[in-house]
T-cell receptor, first 107, second 111 residues
Framework: GQNIDQPTEMTATEGAIVQINCTYQTSGFNGLFWYQQHAGEAPTFLSYNVLDGLEEKGRFSSFLSRSKGYSYLLLKELQMKDSASYLCAPSWGKLQFGAGTQVVVTP | SQTIHQWPATLVQPVGSPLSLECTVEGTSNPNLYWYRQAAGRGLQLLFY??????ISSEVPQNLSASRPQDRQFILSSKKLLLSDSGFYLC??????????FGQGTRLTVV
């Protein structure tokens, strides 16, 4: 891949906040997607950032800094159903995915 | 509205047998099409992508090939499966720079 780095796993309790960081190679970059994937299922789209800054969508927000090759996904008011893998996907024309961050939400 | 169909949902094949997985998209024209593979507990590995009929880019040299005989049809094939070909195969489509939409996936077990 294109040096996409995100943590392997994160654990948080219900109602808490978790921030998933992602760094990537900046050359030729033209946007970054975040996807959620529950075990055994296909990924579903969460957010898309093409400009620097924060995009808020309900409990989920995504931030992008193009110059730093850095993004994060912020999950607020965690619910048990948020337990899933979260995939960072920078786009350089073709769409490549990071290895994913497994978020475990505990009661 | 656009839909993507991928089949079969599950498949068990012996080592050395051929493979053909098909993906079709409805409701859009000239989509970018992708094949990904996901090993258990791992991320999505991009295998092939296509920006048009007959145009295939291979990302990882391996035992697989892809073809796009029609605008909205993308086929993943192998002449002889290996044990290491087992995994969750996902087809996806995009229109330009928009988000990708995934099929439901095919879980392939090579035995």
């Amino acid at each position: 891949g294109q040096n996409i780095d995100q943590p392997t796993e994160m654990t948080a309790t219900e109602g808490a906040i978790v921030q998933i960081n992602c760094t990537y190679q900046t050359s030729g970059f033209n946007g970054l997607f975040w996807y959620q994937q529950h075990a055994g299922e296909a990924p579903t789209f969460l957010s898309y950032n093409v400009l620097d800054g924060l995009e808020e969508k309900g409990r989920f927000s995504s931030f992008l800094s193009r110059s730093k090759g850095y993004s994060y996904l912020l999950l607020k008011e965690l619910q048990m159903k948020d337990s899933a893998s979260y995939l960072c996907a920078p786009s350089w024309g073709k769409l490549q995915f990071g290895a994913g961050t497994q978020v475990v939400v505990t009661p | 509205s656009q839909t993507i169909h991928q089949w079969p949902a599950t498949l068990v094949q012996p080592v050395g047998s051929p493979l053909s997985l098909e993906c079709t998209v409805e409701g859009t024209s000239n989509p970018n099409l992708y094949w990904y593979r996901q090993a258990a507990g791992r991320g999505l590995q991009l295998l092939f992508y296509s920006v048009g009929i007959g145009q295939i880019s291979s990302e990882v040299p391996q035992n697989l090939s892809a073809s796009r005989p029609q605008d909205r049809q993308f086929i993943l094939s192998s002449k002889k499966l290996l044990l290491s070909d087992s995994g969750f195969y996902l087809c996806a489509w995009r229109a330009g720079g928009t988000e990708a939409f995934f099929g439901q996936g095919t879980r392939l077990t090579v035995v």
